[in-house]
């Protein structure tokens, strides 16, 4: 299983900015599309942003224009910036890796992020 460790969260204010991070630690990064979820006392975990291998990004219609998801193969890592934060985006962020053609599927620990005055 591939170990994910999640970083940057924190207390900001509505307008402001944040960026995560989460390392993995395995040999073949590349082969993991890799996602952002969050969750919200009370709500169901949902998918934030997606980014694959190769490049290729997802994101949820709520924070199109305002996170950008990004991933550098050669440090393990993928972040997501987020910028223009509002309070409805305050939610415990959890970073998760994906292996196709495997049922092989990780999760990291969260890390929480709250919006507000």
């Known amino acids: 299983q591939v170990q994910l460790v999640e970083s940057g969260g924190g207390l900001v204010q509505p307008g402001g900015s944040l960026r995560l991070s989460c390392a993995a630690s395995?040999?073949?990064?590349?082969?993991?599309?890799m996602c952002w979820f969050r969750q919200a006392p009370g709500k169901q975990r949902e998918l934030v942003a997606r980014?694959?291998?190769?490049?290729?990004?997802f994101y949820t219609d709520s924070v199109k224009g305002r996170f950008t998801i990004s991933r550098d193969n050669a440090k393990n890592t993928v972040y997501l910036q987020m910028n223009s934060l509002k309070p409805e985006d305050t939610a415990v962020y959890y970073c998760?890796?994906?292996?196709?053609?495997?049922?092989?599927?990780?999760w990291g620990q969260g890390t929480q992020v709250t919006v507000s005055s």
């Open positions: 998760n890796a994906d292996r196709a053609f495997s049922r092989e599927n990780s």
């Open positions: 395995t040999r073949i990064f590349n082969l993991y599309v």
């Open positions: 980014i694959a291998g190769d490049g290729t990004t």
